[in-house]
T-cell receptor
């Protein structure tokens, strides 16, 4: 079946630095990927929709300059948390769907970010 | 904005007991999906329901989509310790989008 690889699985960084998280579809082309944020014991909050070759669409309340999303190829989307602060510490999960007609979301394993 | 609520938030059951989680949307959904997230893991797709009133079964799991396409339920018969985890419903808002709004989740603990 479809596999989505997310890297790194966990990262610790200092406040003020930037962190990049990669999301790759391993055996299929993902025209659309989604980035979610999940706080401990809470639901998944959709942050943005990443479309290959075009700008990401951000959900209301999500700072686009803070969370930079790039979807340069059909198999890779990246989320960069810029100038990270402790409140950005969270579990970030990407998901992907394949081409037209595919409704199932395949999730990556997630990336746990801790900002000191 | 659109909201998808699930009840209960938590459920502890004895192994062998049944379990049900309910999902309610403030707006009509195009379709609904259910996911299971084990502790420390990521969500894993379980099933998708599309038609009004649809019922689907997967072994001990029964999924139902309401007639108005605004609510859904997941019922587990004779729970096992392997059923432990958080169950999320995710509603698709319209046929023109592939955005899914996740429910608040129900965390299930099964006591052996």
């Amino acid at each position: 079946g479809a596999v989505v690889s997310q890297h790194p699985s966990w990262v610790i960084c200092k406040s003020g630095t930037s962190v990049k998280i990669e999301c790759r579809s391993l055996d299929f082309q993902a025209t659309t990927m989604f980035w979610y944020r999940q706080f401990p014991k809470q639901s998944l909050m959709l942050m943005a929709t990443s479309n290959e070759g075009s700008k990401a669409t951000y959900e209301q309340g999500v700072e686009k300059d803070k969370f930079l999303i790039n979807h340069a190829s059909l198999t890779l989307s990246t989320l960069t948390v810029t100038s990270a602060h402790p409140e950005d510490s969270s579990f970030y999960i990407c998901s992907a769907r394949t081409g037209a007609g595919a409704n199932v979301l395949t999730f990556g394993a997630g990336s746990r970010l801790t900002v000191l | 904005g659109q909201q998808v609520m699930q009840i209960p938030q938590y459920q502890h059951v004895q192994e062998g007991e049944d379990f049900t989680t309910y999902c309610n949307s403030s707006t009509t959904l195009s379709n609904i999906q259910w996911y299971k997230q084990r502790p420390g893991g990521h969500p894993v797709f379980l099933i998708q329901l599309v038609k009004s009133g649809e019922v689907k079964k997967q072994k001990r799991l029964t999924f139902q989509f309401g007639e108005a396409k605004k609510n859904s339920s997941l019922h587990i018969t004779a729970t096992q310790t392997t059923d432990v985890g958080t169950y999320f419903c995710a509603g698709r808002l319209g046929s023109g989008t592939y955005k899914y709004i996740f429910g608040t989740g129900t965390r299930l603990k099964v006591l052996a």
